[in-house]
């Protein structure tokens, strides 16, 4: 599908009004959250897998938060609810809104040019560097590589230098021309706000997000994870055993793009307000500037599993992927640090969204999410926990979720 026509079709799919309340009672949805939970269940049972939490709101209301298996191998404390996780580029979603909300007081604008704001943000090309806007950052046309300079933040290499070095990258396309998820040049988005408002970028955040949505227990940075007192330590394989490690410092330095930590519960709401449902805090309008296609990503399309099955369509917007799964609208983000996954997508039309967060690499419980879409669409099951290959037996009252074959 051409670009034009493929961003037309999913700005159709946007602009569909929303729901209806959702189509399934909510009996049937309060089913499918308890088989979604014993799905997680099993999943935690894996050698591979610690601990899992996940969540599930429809119609305004917060279904279920729900924790499976282990915060560390080590203590045996038990995942819940309310369990904090490192949530990785999900982050990328609230300095959208932020940004948004600076826009519509008219601190920011989405056109603004960044350079002016940041002088010492340079691209390659000066002519470049002067046209790069906020909009650009927030939906990745910055014409950059992919994920440029996300191995010398991994090596521990400081922030400041790293945009410094932006400068010495060539470009793979005008800047606003093609998409290129970046973390180092999304976070620009940080310095943006600094420089318009006086105050810090986390600080921004919490007032106007995390406060007034009820997300008690989420917070920014290494710290801010340490010290919640019900934490997940982050696991990874070392010889073909799971290790618990000590969270890494590097992508919290660019913590509008990955340094948000956050509970089940806290998701929730963030899922919620994504739906409407805090329209004094994120009004619609707003939301649905966030939620509008801006820029096609093919890739989406072409990855493995769900992905190359449901997937329709699909596109970044501002801080979020707008699909078209199997023909409804899906807003979506997934992210990943060492020791940490998460996915959260919701389908606005519905009323129905879902967040799954764990402390492991494992690929496993990246399932859930199109197993919840699936099952609440009604669509053909398949197994895509991969619970059949792998020969993990679900409670009998679970075994719809993952019945079918690959």
């Known amino acids: 599908m051409r670009l034009t026509a ?19 009672d909510r009996e049937r949805v ?7 939970a014993r799905s997680a269940d ?3 049972t894996l050698p591979q897998v610690a601990g899992i939490g996940l969540v599930v709101v429809h119609d ?17 404390d038990a995942v819940d609810g309310g369990t904090v996780f490192r949530v990785a580029s999900l982050s990328k979603g609230f300095a959208a809104a932020v940004a948004g909300l600076l826009v519509r007081e008219g601190a920011l604008r989405w056109d603004m040019l960044v350079q002016p704001w940041l002088p010492g943000f340079q691209l390659a090309n000066p002519d470049d560097s002067q046209r790069v806007t906020l909009r650009d950052i927030l939906s990745h046309r910055v014409g950059l590589p992919y994920n440029t300079l996300d191995r010398r933040l991994e ?21 606003g021309d093609c998409y290129g998820y970046q973390n180092i040049a999304f976070s620009l988005v940080g310095d943006m706000v600094f420089a318009t408002t006086g105050e810090f970028y986390s600080f921004q955040v919490e007032k106007r997000l995390f406060a007034p949505l009820g997300m008690d227990t989420a917070t920014y940075g290494r710290e801010g994870l340490e010290g919640s007192g019900n934490w997940a330590r982050p696991h990874i394989r070392v010889q073909n055993r799971l290790q618990p490690v000590t969270a890494k410092e590097t992508y919290y330095r660019v913590a509008p793009a990955a340094g948000v930590n956050a509970s089940p519960r806290d998701l929730g709401q963030w899922l919620l307000a994504q739906m409407g449902g805090f329209p004094d805090a994120l009004p619609r309008e707003l939301l649905d500037e966030l ?16 992905r190359r099955q449901r997937l329709n369509a699909a596109a970044y917007g501002l801080g979020w992927r707008i699909m078209d799964y199997a023909g409804e609208r899906l807003v979506f983000h997934a992210g990943a640090v060492q020791g940490y996954r998460a996915m959260l997508g919701f389908l606005p039309d519905h009323g129905f969204g879902f967040a799954v967060v764990w402390n492991s690499e494992a690929g496993q419980p990246a399932g859930l999410l199109p197993v919840a879409l699936d099952r609440f669409l009604g669509l053909p099951e398949v197994d895509w926990l991969e619970l059949n290959r792998l020969n993990v037996r679900l409670p009998p009252s679970a075994q719809a979720t993952a019945s079918g074959s690959d």
């Open 6 to 24: 493929l961003l037309v079709a999913l700005a159709a799919l946007s602009a569909a009004q929303p729901a209806r309340p959702a189509t399934a």
């Open 30 to 36: 309060d089913l499918l959250a308890a088989d979604l």
């Open 42 to 44: 099993a999943l935690a």
């Open 60 to 76: 305004g209301r917060t279904v279920l938060a729900h924790g499976s298996g282990v915060r560390d191998i080590g203590s045996g």
């Open 155 to 175: 090596a521990d290499e400081p922030y400041p230098l790293l945009v410094q070095a932006l400068q010495d990258i060539p470009l793979r396309c005008p800047v």
């Open 291 to 306: 939620h509008a296609p801006i820029v096609e990503t093919p890739g989406e399309i072409r990855g493995t599993g769900w």
